[in-house]
């Protein structure tokens, strides 16, 4: 199975917020990470499509020891992680990037 659409916080203001059902969200990226993993392994999910920040991004891959993360990016403005087109394709071809993974201009 391949789930398609994960998020990778990275900014500490997006832990420990609560959800519509008032259902607490995890405390930190560490244990984000932790728990979505652990969710791959209990629903065989073999690869994901992970979106965040390059440095969030940067962190899940590092903590990925079975490879099934493929690096979304995330971007809600045209200046996110100082992207232009050149450190776009750069960033693809170091394979940093693998899949534009969200984009927020629609919003």
């Given amino acids: 199975m391949i789930d398609m659409h994960i998020h990778s916080y990275g900014a500490k203001a997006a832990y420990g ?31 994901a499509v992970v979106s965040g920040s390059l440095k969030s991004m940067e962190t899940w891959k590092d903590w990925d020891k079975d490879n099934r993360i493929i690096r979304g990016f995330w971007m809600q403005y045209s200046h996110d992680d100082g992207m232009n087109a050149e450190r776009f394709e750069r960033l693809l071809q170091q394979g940093k990037i693998e899949v534009f993974g969200e984009i927020g201009a629609y919003y």
């Fill in 17 to 47: 917020f609560k959800d519509y059902y008032g259902n607490a969200g995890p405390e930190t990226q560490e244990k984000d990470f932790e728990e979505t993993y652990e969710r791959f392994r209990k629903y065989n999910i073999v690869k």
